[in-house]
């Protein structure tokens, strides 16, 4: 069962779809962080698959688009910086756990790409995160947009203040804003992560071109909560041939924690 809901962030409205099972009670939920220049379909429909997939064994799913992305308010150009997808993630938690439906529910946080990221990031002072969930995340997103997804000769332009466009094979345009946040920031997964002990599951393909699978190694090796890290041999960065695999993992994972 699907339902489509609107949530309030930044002053914008995020579109997010809710699955789960007519008549069940209090499931574990997982939340859904798409990644950079994604939307909360994916694509080949990469995560309404893996959301049918957690529906059907059992749990709740949401899936939702950052301000900017999908079909959220905003744009894309001016609403995407890490700092901003953070704050939109928290207030999709604040929304779930404000609802009856889910009082009493495990909350876990899926992210892929550089949503991994977001989900290693979040910070829960609350401890209402039960777990995470990485998939190819971006533990390294500064020097990996730097050197690979933007480039140095576009990083260079946006850190001069340009806006710049055409990065990655796609037709998206970013203010400075996002660069100049990950400068300021210093968005740090691994430093994030010693504010928390939940359980972590990892995923990663060995042939991954956009994101190296060296960064969740290096996660795994530092991170002293309970975790687990899956290296999908020959898997790229979609898990375009190996999503029964990865929806494997996943569903075990909750089974065994949830």
């Given amino acids: 069962m699907k339902e489509h809901v609107w949530i309030n962030s930044r002053n914008k409205r995020l579109s997010a779809m809710l699955h789960q099972q007519e008549g069940s009670h209090d499931p574990a939920i997982v939340i859904f962080c798409h990644g950079f ?15 049918n997939a957690i529906e059907a064994a059992g749990y709740a799913a949401l ?7 999908g079909e959220s308010e905003g744009e894309f150009a001016i609403d995407t910086t890490v700092t901003g997808w953070t704050t939109d993630l928290q207030h999709v938690i604040a929304w779930v756990t404000s609802q009856k439906s889910y009082e009493n529910s495990p ?6 790409s550089l949503g991994g990221c ?9 401890h209402r995160i039960a777990g995470r969930i990485a998939i190819a995340p971006e533990v390294f997103p500064e020097e990996n947009y730097r050197n690979s997804i933007l ?3 576009l ?17 998206y345009s970013l203010e400075p804003g996002f660069v100049r946040d990950m400068l300021d920031k210093k968005h740090d997964p691994i430093e994030a992560s010693k504010s928390y002990d939940c359980p972590v599951l990892l995923i990663h393909g060995t042939e991954d071109d956009a994101v190296p699978f060296s960064g969740s190694k290096s996660y795994y090796n530092q991170y002293s909560g309970p975790k687990e890290l899956h290296l999908i041999e020959g898997a790229d960065h979609g898990f375009s041939r190996h999503l029964t695999e990865l929806k494997a993992c996943i569903i075990k994972f909750l089974n065994v924690n949830a």
Wanted: net charge neutral.
């Fill in 37 to 51: 220049t994604g939307e909360k379909v994916g694509g080949s429909q990469f995560y309404l698959h893996l959301a």
């Fill in 63 to 69: 899936r939702f688009d950052y301000a900017g992305s």
């Fill in 107 to 112: 909350i876990y946080i899926l992210g892929h």
């Fill in 118 to 126: 977001i989900a290693l990031l979040c910070d829960d002072p609350k």
């Fill in 151 to 153: 480039g140095p000769v």
């Fill in 155 to 171: 990083w260079r332009e946006s850190e001069n203040g340009k806006i710049i466009s055409h990065f990655f094979g796609k037709s």
